[in-house]
């Protein structure tokens, strides 16, 4: 039952008319104070835990002087701070969590985890239990930030990377006899630069690689393309002469030459072929290139950075959310440390950080030396300087049905469409029917 | 109705042992002498209660649940779901996939149980008697045990890649002339993780082995020798049958091994379980269907897991009987 109006989302079931059956999510009973559909009110008090994904090595100084001064704020708040590594098991710690109704009281999602904990009722409503909440937010990403269904926010946006950038090796294009001040401008562009690589680089380089994981669906929003209808119930992506023409190109530049067979399937970090100078064409997250400046400086002085919107004509944005979880035993008190954490005041600590290549999600955090000064020169100036141009437009367009059981159904039909095992029209048709049922049988 | 016995006439025995009455069985009585004067009745229970309890929690309880499971449309989040009766093992009978999965699954452990049955106790043999440095060799044979199979796994990646080690050597030799693609085609895919599995097994069967070894008694390799029988018919009619029982063991954990393999297919053919999902296995597929929060069918999930569990049972089965007959 959706419950657009109560305080959780997605699946959680609401209190009875009668009061006798209790709000639950998933098997977790819901206080009153979550499920009814009045704002939080009340002085923050107990103990919540706070839990981030891969932060504590590198910025524990600036989380430990955040929770001091919050429970300096607060004095009846303790707030316990952990830190999930951040791997492959993420998401299923996090379930694990839930099924047993332990999830940390504030915590940093990922969209797709916002998206199944929401689906069940694991997300406290924001709009309804602070409704004149949001407006410091950067508005084309807050008002983005809906799941499919609803008009409410469960999450809130913290810092963000962009998809619209493309950064290459200027060496090696030219080498193979591109322009690295004419860059593609389209992805159709970009696969017909990369035949030119394989036809000139003599094998001892390639144009990206090969696994279409990395490229879907962006690709396909890059282009403008229809990979799901609006309300997203059904896929579309094989109707699209436009994903059929890719698909199609996809597989010739691998027929001939253009891309690391190996990484068909493999999941290679793009960014240490990169780094080590095997592909022309690196990750699209500018981010990346503080690794690349790290490993290989060689590489990294070579780098180009250039948009890549295609027909889309904006870049759409990903990034870090903050949750709090229904199952709260302290709702007020976290609501509280989400908004301290993400108030453009510790938002702008956090990104002034040099290490930090994200962007935050509050408009007055964008206004900072970092974020206006692109005078050094570098890959990485670059790339911020496009990016705080792009981030104006930028808009969340998280397909969030594109499960990671629908990814990797879809991936492998297109797999064995670029092996050349199956013809692309059919591999399309089968990717799109599997994700459509995929998507049926979740309910 | 007590029946005489000769333990009866021994001073201090006959009164210790009481008979069941009619049945004429032996019922050990409580002692009532050294550290079982000061034992209550309840201190076994007590030793074994916590070995119990982690069985019962982590072993039964789940097992329990998945065959439960196995007939709900549960998911991952959403707690128990509805009964759906047989419905999900219909599916399995018409889905593509599993089948796909379970084939690869057998072909990796009628591949790999062979080899690992046999080369450890050929490197057990190698490394079996004392000579001086022998410790080094046993050490290295044994390290790919204690390495992280993630780790290994990637080291394995770049080995086997288009510009790894490997091919570049092939090519150097001139044995191939286009780079061997042992990662993007499947069969090879699927090689390349069975090679890897058992490089990384086999020390730690080397280890049974050695221990094997041992309990062969030095007066065999001695008759068979005055018999004439060389390095090889000492081995094949020797040790083969001295070993025969760790054979059958080692047999029976490899295959469980085997069909358990998840690492080495994730590592080595990515997300997908290789090119078209083409090498995945059955923990892969489980992975694949049940575990994703948001589309994912715990109850269909749990149905392969008890297929799994048959076809584990099967080949273990299998094993025993085959070892049965040959020790008869």
Not at chain 1, 91 to 120: K, S
Not at chain 2, 9 to 29: C, Y
Not at chain 2, 44 to 71: C, E, K, R, Y
Not at chain 2, 280 to 295: E, G, K, N, S, V
Request: net charge negative; proline share 6%; with cysteine.
């Amino acid at each position: 039952m959706l419950l657009a109006g109560c305080g959780v989302g997605g699946g959680g079931n609401s209190a009875s008319a009668d009061g006798d059956s209790p709000a639950m999510a998933g098997r977790c009973e819901l206080s009153e104070e979550v499920a009814n559909d009045q704002p939080l009110s009340g002085e923050p008090s107990g103990t919540i835990t706070f839990q981030t994904t891969a932060l504590k090595q590198s910025f524990s100084p600036y989380f430990e002087s955040l929770i001091a001064a919050f429970e300096e704020k607060y004095p009846d708040v303790t707030v316990e701070w952990q830190d999930d590594p951040g791997d492959a098991e993420f998401t299923q710690r996090l379930v694990t969590d839930a099924q047993a109704c332990d999830l940390p009281d504030v915590v940093n999602l990922n969209q797709t985890t916002a998206y199944a904990l929401y689906r069940e009722g694991f997300l406290l409503n924001v709009s309804t239990k602070a409704p004149d909440y949001g407006d410091e937010f950067i508005p084309s990403i807050w008002d983005s930030l809906v799941f499919p269904g609803s008009e409410d926010h469960y999450v809130m946006p913290w810092y963000w990377g962009l998809t619209g950038l493309q950064t290459f090796n200027t060496e090696l294009m030219s080498q193979v006899g591109l322009d690295p001040a004419s860059p593609p401008k389209s992805v159709m562009e970009q696969f017909d630069m990369a035949a030119t690589v394989a036809e000139n680089s003599g094998g001892d380089f390639y144009a990206f690689a090969a696994n279409p994981a990395q490229r879907v669906p962006s690709d396909w929003q890059l282009m403008d393309a229809e990979v799901i209808n609006e309300d997203e119930t059904e896929f579309t992506f094989a109707d699209d002469p436009k994903i059929l023409e890719w698909l199609e190109k996809y597989a010739e530049v691998y027929a001939a030459g253009a891309l690391p067979r190996d990484t068909l399937s493999s999941d290679v970090d793009v960014t240490q072929l990169y780094s080590a100078g095997d592909v022309v064409w690196g990750s699209t997250n500018a981010s990346f290139l503080r690794y690349v400046q790290e490993t290989n400086p060689a590489t990294y002085k070579v780098t180009g950075v250039a948009p890549l919107l295609d027909e889309r004509g904006t870049a759409f944005q990903d990034g870090q959310l903050i949750g709090i979880p229904s199952t709260s035993d302290n709702p007020v008190a976290a609501l509280a440390f989400a908004q301290f954490l993400l108030s453009p005041e510790w938002q702008t600590t956090f990104v002034e950080d040099e290490r930090i290549s994200n962007f935050p999600s509050t408009s007055e955090s964008l206004d900072i030396p970092k974020f206006s000064d692109f005078s050094g020169g570098t890959p990485l100036d670059r790339a911020n300087e496009i990016s705080v141009e792009l981030a104006t437009d930028a808009s969340n367009t998280f397909i969030y049905n594109w499960s990671d059981a629908v990814n990797s159904a879809v991936v492998s039909e297109l797999q064995l469409a670029i092996a050349g095992d199956k013809p692309a029209a059919e591999a399309l048709q089968d990717a799109e029917d599997a994700a459509n049922e995929i998507l049926a049988n979740q309910g | 109705m007590t029946t005489t016995s000769s333990v009866e006439q021994v001073p201090g025995v006959a009164h210790r042992l009481a008979r069941s009455e009619g049945t004429g069985r032996v019922r050990r009585p409580r002692s009532t002498a050294g550290a079982g004067m000061y034992r209550p009745w309840w201190m076994p229970v007590l030793w074994i209660a916590p070995t119990v309890i982690v069985i019962a929690a982590f072993g039964v309880f789940p097992f329990l649940n998945t065959i439960a499971l196995s007939f709900t449309n549960a998911t991952p989040l959403g707690g128990g779901g509805d009964w759906v009766g047989f419905a999900n093992y219909e599916r399995l009978l018409t889905d593509d996939n599993f089948w796909r999965a379970t084939r690869n699954s057998i072909v990796y452990a009628l591949v790999a149980v062979p080899l690992l049955v046999v080369l450890p106790l050929m490197m057990a043999q190698l490394v079996y008697k004392y000579l001086p440095g022998i410790g080094f060799f046993r050490t290295a044979f044994y390290a790919p045990v204690v390495a992280s199979m993630v780790a290994v796994a990637l080291v394995w990646q770049n080995l086997l890649n288009e510009r790894g080690p490997i091919n570049t050597a092939l090519d150097r030799f001139g044995v191939v002339d286009s780079p061997v693609p042992f990662l993007s085609n499947p069969t090879l895919l699927l090689l390349s993780a069975i090679a890897l599995t058992v490089w990384k097994g086999l020390g730690w069967y080397m280890i049974f082995y050695l221990a094997a070894l041992a309990n062969v008694p030095r007066e065999l390799y001695e008759a068979a020798e005055l018999d004439g029988a060389g390095t090889v018919r000492q081995f094949i009619h020797v040790t083969v049958p001295g070993v025969r029982l760790t054979m059958l063991l080692i047999a029976i954990m490899s295959g469980i091994g085997s069909l358990r393999v998840f690492t080495e297919i994730y590592v080595l053919g990515g997300a997908t379980g290789g090119p078209g999902g083409q090498v995945q296995t059955l923990p892969f597929y489980i992975r694949d269907t049940a575990l994703d929060p948001i589309a994912g069918n715990a109850g269909y999930g749990a149905a392969v897991s008890v297929a799994l569990f048959l076809l584990t049972i099967g080949l273990a089965v299998m094993s025993h009987k085959f070892g049965a007959k040959e020790e008869s």
